[in-house]
């Protein structure tokens, strides 16, 4: 059976502090965005969906704990997941732990119309730095980006630049790469220099401005396909805009 393809959206942010109401303003944009979409139930141990009969209460008590556990929407044959988890100041940039959320949506048609709202809705949510929703066929280029070889740095494939390990970028800000739909925060988009309308042309006609003064930004129409001779020289030409994405900027 051929694997499904899926959809990764994931979003950095401050770490949460007691119950600040980010995690059921994750949980709400994402139903919000994907009409029908209800994450009500918890995943257990042993993978099983559990329904919640108190969502908010749990989701209040796994905050103040500094954690958004495995949720679902309760379909074992079509599955939504989002979860989030703290990152160590040792693991993060600027020495500044974080807060991670992760969802995995199938890649179909309902999920690509959504894709932006949703990563909006979830990115502005958190009050996060930066995120990005890209298909998880992707996830394998990315990790040869950033992860070290045996002879030392690391060795991208489809001559993709080498991006830094995340804890040596030295801002949370700072993107550490780029994905289908990237979100950037106003803080992350000045701090690469987004946008600069003599420049930005082409990426500007697909993006679209936040309530708080980020971006969702979108490489290409469909979803980024690095086969895709097109896609990659895309990818690759928004990297060389961008060179503090991932810590590739001359300090």
């Known amino acids: 059976m051929t694997p499904r393809k899926r959809l990764d959206l994931t979003v950095y942010a401050p770490t949460l502090v007691g119950h600040d109401g980010r995690t059921l303003a994750v949980v709400r944009g994402m139903e919000l965005a994907l009409p029908g979409l209800r994450l009500d139930w918890e ?3 042993g993978g099983r969906p559990i329904e919640l009969s108190q969502r908010e209460t749990w989701l209040a008590d796994a905050a103040t704990r500094g954690k958004l556990p495995l949720l679902c929407n309760g ?21 500044q732990s974080q807060f991670q959320i ?16 949703m ?11 930066w995120g990005h929703l890209t298909p998880d066929s992707a996830a394998l280029d990315i990790a ?48 690469i220099g987004f ?5 930005d042309s082409e990426l500007l006609k697909r993006a679209r401005r936040t309530a708080s003064g980020g971006w969702v930004v979108q490489l290409t129409d469909a979803p980024l396909d690095l086969d895709n001779p097109t ?13 503090e994405i991932g ?3 001359a300090p």
């Open 43 to 45: 995943v257990s141990k």
């Open 75 to 95: 379909d074992e044959s079509n599955p939504v997941t989002l979860s989030g988890m703290r990152r160590s100041a040792s693991a993060s940039p600027g020495g």
């Open 102 to 117: 992760h969802a995995k949506l199938p890649l179909d048609a309902a999920v690509i119309t959504a894709a932006a709202e």
């Open 119 to 129: 990563l909006e809705r979830v990115a502005e949510g958190a009050r996060a730095f």
């Open 144 to 191: 040869y980006q950033i992860a070290p070889t045996l002879e030392g740095p690391p060795s991208p494939r489809r001559g993709l630049p080498a991006l830094k390990l995340f804890e040596h970028i030295r801002a949370p800000e700072i993107p550490y790469y780029l994905g289908w739909l990237n979100y950037w925060s106003a803080a992350a988009a000045q701090a």
């Open 195 to 199: 946008p600069d309308p003599a420049r």
């Open 231 to 243: 896609h990659l020289d895309t990818l690759k030409r928004t990297y060389e805009r961008f060179p």
């Open 247 to 249: 810590g590739r900027a």
